[in-house]
Structure formats: structure tokens, C-alpha cells
Nanobody, 124 residues
Framework: QVQLVESGGGLVQAGGSLRLSCAAS????????MGWFRQAPGKEREFVAS???????TYYGDSVKGRCTISRDNAKAVYLQMDSLKPEDTAVYYC??????????????????WGQGTQVTVSS
């Protein structure tokens, strides 16, 4: 069974940057669309970004559009570059595996496997 491991989270000041990574063990996600979501305390899980299985199609949530870039190295990992971070970006960030040979989706129901999450905290 594929397991996803996120890394790269941490504490950063507002205006700073972080690069999150998501790697798979026990399998590969090279043929699958991938997504990033986040969840802050007391809030619902929120779509951040997704990328198609070949990497040519990307979607972004309205709250991060223009500040985040999703990319993938199919042999290794999926990345989320986050710039101009704001305190409201504070959340646990999760990566997820979607459908095979697909372009991705904003809906969490589309995704089948989830990582354990990595904490991002942005101080003001």
C-alpha cells in the first residue's frame, strides 16, 4: 500500500516562504494526479492545489492563487512552493493521491490516499 510522507513544514514569519514535499513509499504515484489540502483548527479541509498526472494541468485554491506553485518530479515527489505567506496560511498541510491518468480536482472526495500532514505556522 502506498504511503505518503509530507515534509518541509515549520515556523516562518509572515512574508516568508516554504517548500513542502510529498514522497511516496511502497509504491509510486507517477501516473496519478496529486493534490495538496490544508486544515486549520476548527475549520474544514481546504483545497490548496492540484497537478495532473503529467504535470501539465494545475489548479489552485482562491486563497493561495498567485502565492503557491505546485510541481512534480514523477520519479520522486510532489512539491508545493509557498511564497508571501500569511498568518491565515497556518494549518496542517496534506498531500493526496487522486485518480490515474487524470487532470486533478478541487474536491477532497476525488482523492484516495492521504499523507499524515505537515504543520505550517506563519507568525505575524
Amino acid at each position: 500500500q502506498v504511503q505518503l510522507v509530507e515534509s518541509g513544514g515549520g515556523l516562518v514569519q509572515a512574508g516568508g516562504s516554504l517548500r513542502l514535499s510529498c514522497a511516496a513509499s511502497g509504491g509510486t504515484f507517477s501516473n496519478y494526479a496529486m493534490g495538496w489540502f490544508r486544515q486549520a483548527p476548527g475549520k474544514e479541509r481546504e483545497f490548496v492545489a492540484s497537478i495532473s498526472w503529467r504535470g501539465g494541468v494545475t489548479y489552485y485554491g482562491d486563497s493561495v492563487k498567485g502565492r503557491c506553485t505546485i510541481s512534480r518530479d514523477n520519479a520522486k515527489a510532489v512539491y508545493l512552493q509557498m511564497d508571501s505567506l500569511k498568518p491565515e496560511d497556518t494549518a496542517v498541510y496534506y498531500c493526496a493521491v487522486g485518480e490515474a491518468y487524470s487532470s486533478g480536482s478541487r474536491s477532497p472526495r476525488y482523492y484516495n490516499y492521504w499523507g499524515q500532514g505537515t504543520q505550517v505556522t506563519v507568525s505575524s
